[in-house]
């Protein structure tokens, strides 16, 4: 059963960094995509970044210049670097994983709470 465990959040003030981590049990090559979610206060869940197998980025406008989204195959471990945090980056941040074969298969984490107050 593929795993998917999101580590890396925690309190930060405005204006600071933090970098999560998502950790698979598969090689992140073997997934056609993956991505960073977040689910805000009373908020929908929205995506912030994905990346494709081709190294393809894209990015939630919010956050571009200040997110960045990487991965590590070997360590089976998708990143992302959050730079300049604001409070309304508060949010649960939720990995996803994507196989595309004949069908659509997604793998999701159970998300890492990210608060972003002084």
């Keep these: ?5 999101e580590s890396g959040g925690g309190l930060v003030q405005p204006g600071g960094s933090l970098k999560l981590s998502c950790t698979t049990s598969e090689r992140i090559s ?3 995509r993956m991505g960073w979610f977040r689910r805000g206060p009373g ?4 995506l912030v970044a994905t990346m494709a197998t081709d190294g393809t980025t894209r990015y939630l ?7 960045t989204i990487s991965g590590d195959n070997a360590k089976n471990t998708l990143f992302l670097q959050m730079d300049n945090l604001k409070p309304e980056d508060t949010a649960v941040y939720y990995c996803k994983a994507t196989r595309i074969t004949t069908t659509n298969t997604e793998y999701w984490g ?4 990210v608060t972003v107050s002084s």
Excluded at 61 to 67: I, L, Q, Y
Excluded at 110 to 113: A, R
């Design 1 to 5: 059963q593929v795993q998917v465990v």
């Design 61 to 67: 406008d919010s956050v571009k210049g200040r997110f």
């Design 30 to 32: 073997w997934f056609s």
């Design 43 to 46: 908020q929908e869940r929205e």
């Design 110 to 113: 159970k998300g890492t709470l």
